[in-house]
């Protein structure tokens, strides 16, 4: 009788700790429904928000290092050693939008250093030194004929920001057409543009009129924020004189705005890979402007980032 009593008394237990247990589940259930459908009414206001007209302002950033030490280890190429990258990028936006106009500002800053340390060699540089170097500045005003087709003029800068600033810089200035088919995307076509080109070191650095084509997306889709941009000119005077420039941002939030970026950028420019492409004695790679290939310069990044 008293094993009937202990065993009727453990299936009593066991039955309460499912059911409690389901009961949780379901109550988790509830709260997780509650929550989403809170976080559908805060999306729904901040959409609201972001419709109205006025200044929008918004950046994320991606910040990448990485170090190491070595003491003997002889199957690295230098056993004794230390190193270290690291890499910082910025993006961000200032736009403003009213029923007749708008003004849209953005910008892009992409720096990265570089050492390496033998501790063998006395006498080889230990400092940082700087790798990937891109400042890009973008101003497009814009008066509407429609919601989705302007008139616009545009601004844009691009150079080196650590070295040689502005040597070599390039300057966009043109007028044309804007097309906004979606919030998220802007594209630019300017028939009427000058390329004015920067530079005291360079011989082969010339200015020009041509077309600018530019795309902008930008995308924020729960934890993910993504940018992308592409801006091209095409000279009316040779296309050696053109040039094309995309740069691809994204980032993905985990906590409280840090979370995890990547940044890439491709570049295409002759007059660029020219002038500053050097053989291991310093001089010109090239022979000409003519017969530099059409290099496909790239670079990318990984890292912490923060938005906000």
Known sequence: MKKVVIAAALLLSS???????????????????????????????QAKIDAFP?????????????????????????????????GVTVNGYANLDREKYFWRNSGNLNLGWVKLDDKN????????????????ITSLFGYKLTDKLAVSTLGEYRTSFISNFNDPGYLDLGVGITWTPIKELVVVAHPLNYNLVFSSTGVDFQSSLGAKIVAEYN??????????NLSTFQ????SDL???TWINSLGFNIWKGIGVGL????????????????????NQLYSS????????????????????
């Open 15 to 45: 039955i309460s700790f499912a059911q409690t247990v389901e009961e949780l589940k379901a109550e988790k259930a509830k709260k997780a429904a509650e929550v989403a459908k809170i976080q559908g009414e805060v999306d729904a206001l």
């Open 54 to 86: 006025g200044w929008k302002f918004g950046a994320f950033g991606t910040i990448g290092a990485n170090f190491s030490g070595f003491a003997d280890w002889y199957s690295n190429a230098v056993p004794n050693s230390s190193a270290g990258n690291i």
């Open 121 to 136: 060699d006395p006498t080889d540089d230990t400092s940082f030194r700087g790798t990937t170097d891109v400042f890009t």
């Open 219 to 228: 995308k924020t889709v729960g934890k993910f924020k993504f940018r992308s």
């Open 235 to 238: 000279s009316y005077e040779s």
């Open 242 to 244: 053109s040039n094309a």
């Open 263 to 282: 940044e890439s950028g491709l570049r295409v420019n002759k007059q660029e890979t020219f002038n500053l492409a050097l053989d291991g004695a310093g």
């Open 289 to 308: 402007l003519d017969a530099t290939p059409s290099v496909i310069q790239s670079y990318w990044l990984v890292g912490l980032s923060y938005g906000f």
